[in-house]
């Protein structure tokens, strides 16, 4: 986390950061608290266990920046890259950091390969990698989105970039090095579990194809 607030500090930007613990049973809890007594940009808040997908709905929700950012905190992506999606802001509604070099199991990459032919098909052909945990979107338009993705969805990601497509949003991507940390290999899911969260991501976003409005408000 250090290195987002260094990085942040170095873009000379007004900048809240807020962290999530999602019921963890180690000393997580205490190691962000300790850290944000001494970064008062940086919010901590604690739930008990809803899983990675309404912890992400519910960050989107309470985030209160013109410009929103979202990444995971497993260290996969680094803050280097963010710096390039910053300085094309004026020009695009959604910015996203496209992984590249990722190690996933083969199921992982045939469910991957799914989600994107999925959103491709029911939306659009706009982004290449729907399910980035790496993206920089224009409030305005997260508000628009955010009316249509329900609080417990699977895979909000994968579903807003179905929106963005569908919705016309202007859209950059740019390729971000993608890392195997300790930390995300010990937050991997189980095959089965996983296999079942993309199953139910699946059913959301066939549901959401045929729910979509066909225009998106001006920018506010």
Known sequence: ????????ESLGVAYEINVYDDGSTDDTLTVLENFALHAPC???????????????HRGYCEARG????????????????????????????L??????????SLARLIITAASRL????????????????????RRS????????????ASAPNVLMSGYAARLGLKVFEYPVQH??????????????????????????TIAAAFTTPSSVRPHS
């Open 66 to 93: 013109v410009w929103v950012f979202q990444t995971d905190g497993s260290g996969e992506m680094s803050p280097d890259s963010f710096g390039r999606l910053w300085s094309q802001r004026d020009k695009y509604d």
């Open 42 to 56: 940086v919010r901590i808040a604690s739930q008990a266990n809803r899983g990675h997908g309404p912890t992400i």
């Open 179 to 204: 890392r195997t940390t300790r930390a995300a290999a010990t937050r991997l899911l189980p095959s089965w579990r996983f296999c079942k969260v993309a199953a139910a991501a699946f059913r959301e």
């Open 95 to 104: 910015l996203l950091g496209c992984r590249k070099g990722r190690n996933f």
């Open 141 to 152: 338009s997260l508000r628009e989105i955010l009316q249509h993705i329900p609080a417990d």
């Open 1 to 8: 986390m250090d290195s987002w607030v260094t990085e942040m």
């Open 118 to 137: 999925t959103v491709w098909t029911l939306f659009g052909r706009t982004i290449k990698d729907v399910n980035s945990p790496y993206r920089l979107i």
